[in-house]
């Protein structure tokens, strides 16, 4: 490993036991989020774990969690799910741009259309920002499915 691959936010280069006094964690903490698969260092030829500026970045968002009161499953599953929620973020915003830019050229174009065919200038088409500040904010959860309904619990007749 050369010095440069340490600026890699992916390269695994520090011992548990160095990885833990960096978090200011004990040891037997990390070994645990690794038996749980919530992280896996890689390991070295001789077996020990390594982890990465990456991994243990992760490994202190699942204790900050941990320590206000969720189990440590809870926790990663909690982190997991904002990663995610983020991922879903940034590409419906970039979702959003690319619209907007279509709809950018789709007016260009319009306008040259009518500019070539002699009459007036088209009406603006006008962005995804527009639309969405026109409304009313639709929580993520609207959008979801009712989740089914449990089936009436039998009463027992004596």
């Known amino acids: 490993m050369g010095a440069e691959s340490l600026d890699d936010e992916e390269t695994p280069a520090l ?17 645990s989020l690794d038996a749980g698969r919530m992280v896996r ?14 991994q243990l970045a992760l490994a202190a968002r699942i204790r900050e969690l941990f320590d206000e009161g969720l189990t440590l499953t809870a926790a990663a599953m909690v982190v997991s799910l904002q990663d995610e929620v983020a991922l879903v973020t940034r590409e419906r915003d970039q979702a959003h741009d690319e619209l907007d830019q279509a709809r950018r050229e789709l007016s260009r174009v319009r306008t040259e259309l009518v500019a070539a065919r002699g009459g007036t ?5 006008p962005s995804a920002r527009t639309h969405r ?19 009436p619990q039998r009463t027992s007749s004596t």
Do not use: C, I, Y
């Open 15 to 31: 011992t548990t036991g160095q990885a833990a006094e960096f978090l200011g964690v004990r040891q037997a903490f990390l070994r």
């Open 41 to 54: 260092p890689d390991r070295s030829a001789g077996g020990h774990r390594r982890w990465s500026r990456r």
């Open 121 to 125: 200038t088209a009406h603006p088409v």
């Open 133 to 151: 500040a026109r409304g009313p904010e639709v929580p993520t959860t609207a959008l979801r499915p009712p989740l089914p309904t449990p089936p």
